[in-house]
């Protein structure tokens, strides 16, 4: 008789995401969710109620982050706080984890890694010199279309025409949901930190051959635009400021941006992402697309085309404009509205938190590591400076 052994997991941070990796771990096995640490009461006890409710466990709430990292009652954590808190948290977790008899099996941290490359070099340095698993939580890769179709075409397709030579991926929705995403400072830019570390992940991973480690490809060059194209406009700032109580007429973030990256392979052939995210979306809610396009296939994923639509007349009145029933980021309460049954699943988290538990209780390297969001957060930064100085940057000439 086999022994079943259970990751048990703490949660740094108790907003929106949390919530979705609660969700997500309903259909993980050999896990449970036993604390979380957030400065807000209110968000703990929210949080702490679901898992219950999920039948996730019984969690408590630690005074600290250290705190948690230190109990013998965690063997995992997964870190979901804002930005500007990466890595004082990470230095937390290594303080905690120093005190213990049996090191953490391993920390998971959602994307980006950090603001930029000095904040994502200096998190890895202090995992490593803990030697403690890791992994980065970027859900796109694992969303069941981009896997099933990168499989399909790489099994069937590319060994007959070649490999695929272009990705479009692009995320785009209306805002997100706390103050600190739209500053700055705190969230280490506007859109193109907070989106397109997730086009620029899925991208490269479409590209690369099954099997092939990451410097398969090796990024050639950027282009990259970046702008504010809605919020910074007087009407919407003025309502961004009621809401969020940020001024974008002094203190603009991007809410609009687009890159192309051209990647190489080890025989110099040419690959090319083009990505596109954007905090001044209109439509149903959330949007997700992939494209992938080879010699003589094609692929695409759009995930507002879930399958499934609803129809409410102007007679249906929601008592509550906020809610998001029907699709993240919901913008309408009626018309014609595509209903995403389980955004869960459709968005990668469930096959994400798999991967990480299924990794942490084997001892093994996730398929993403925070080397890995280190090279994103690298990316990103190139991608900022293309923008800034107004044209292509060829990567062998940067720093």
């Known amino acids: 008789?086999?022994?079943?052994?259970?990751?048990?997991?703490?949660?740094?941070?108790?907003?929106?995401?949390?919530?979705?990796?609660?969700?997500?771990?309903?259909?993980?096995?050999?896990?449970?969710?036993?604390?979380f640490v957030s400065r807000s009461a209110e968000s703990v006890q929210e949080c702490i109620n679901l898992t219950k409710?999920?039948?996730?466990?019984?969690?408590?709430?630690?005074?600290?982050?250290?705190a948690m990292a230190s109990s013998s009652d965690v063997d995992a954590i997964w870190i979901n706080s804002p930005n500007d808190h990466r890595v004082q948290c990470v230095k937390d977790i290594i303080s905690g984890n120093a005190t213990r008899k049996t090191k953490l099996k391993g920390i998971a941290c959602e994307k980006p890694l950090a603001r930029n490359v000095k904040e994502a070099e200096e998190i890895l340095q202090l995992v490593q010199t803990a030697s403690i698993k890791t992994g980065y939580l970027e859900n796109?890769?694992?969303?069941?279309?981009?896997?099933?179709?990168?499989?399909?075409?790489?099994?069937?397709?590319?060994?007959?025409?070649?490999?695929?030579?272009l990705v479009r991926a692009a995320e785009e929705h209306s805002g997100p949901h706390k103050p600190w995403f739209w500053k700055g400072?705190?969230?280490g830019g506007g859109v193109l930190n907070d989106m397109m570390c997730h086009s620029v992940e899925a991208a490269r991973f479409l590209l690369t051959p099954p099997g092939q480690p990451r410097n398969?490809?090796?990024?050639?060059?950027?282009?990259?635009?970046?702008?504010?194209?809605?919020?910074?406009?007087?009407?919407?700032?003025?309502?961004?400021?009621?809401?969020?109580?940020?001024?974008?007429?002094?203190?603009?973030?991007e809410?609009?941006?687009?890159?192309?990256?051209?990647?190489?392979?080890?025989?110099?052939?040419?690959?090319i992402a083009e990505l596109t995210t954007s905090w001044s979306f209109v439509g149903a809610g959330l949007?997700?697309?992939?494209?992938?396009?080879?010699?003589?296939?094609?692929?695409?994923?759009?995930?507002?085309?879930?399958?499934?639509?609803?129809?409410?007349?102007?007679?249906?009145?929601?008592q509550n404009s906020d809610r998001e029933d029907l699709v993240e980021k919901q913008n309408a309460e009626q018309g014609l509205m595509p209903l995403?049954?389980?955004?869960?699943?459709?968005?990668?988290?469930?096959?994400?938190?798999?991967?990480?538990?299924?990794?942490?209780?084997?001892?093994?390297?996730?398929?993403?590591?925070?080397?890995?969001g280190l090279e994103v957060v690298r990316l990103l930064m190139a991608c900022y400076k293309s923008a800034e100085e107004q044209k292509t940057l060829y990567f062998d000439d940067l720093n």
């Open 340 to 372: 995403v049954p389980d955004e869960e699943a459709v968005y990668g988290y469930v096959a994400e938190d798999r991967h990480m538990v299924d990794s942490f209780l084997a001892d093994r390297d996730p398929l993403l590591t925070f080397e890995d």
């Open 1 to 35: 008789q086999v022994e079943r052994m259970d990751l048990r997991i703490g949660f740094v941070g108790c907003g929106f995401n949390t919530k979705f990796h609660l969700k997500a771990l309903v259909n993980v096995r050999h896990c449970s969710v036993v604390g």
């Open 185 to 187: 400072d705190l969230q």
């Open 216 to 253: 398969f490809l090796r990024a050639h060059s950027v282009q990259a635009t970046i702008a504010s194209l809605k919020w910074s406009q007087p009407r919407y700032a003025m309502e961004l400021h009621q809401n969020m109580g940020v001024d974008y007429t002094q203190s603009p973030s």
């Open 140 to 165: 796109q890769v694992f969303s069941p279309s981009v896997t099933k179709g990168k499989d399909l075409l790489f099994d069937r397709a590319a060994p007959a025409s070649g490999l695929p030579y």
């Open 287 to 318: 949007r997700l697309t992939f494209e992938m396009l080879g010699p003589e296939y094609s692929m695409r994923a759009d995930t507002l085309r879930s399958g499934l639509e609803v129809f409410l007349s102007r007679r249906i009145v929601s």
């Open 53 to 66: 409710e999920l039948m996730l466990g019984s969690p408590i709430r630690f005074d600290s982050v250290e």
């Open 255 to 271: 809410d609009y941006a687009r890159a192309t990256i051209t990647f190489k392979d080890q025989n110099d052939r040419i690959a």
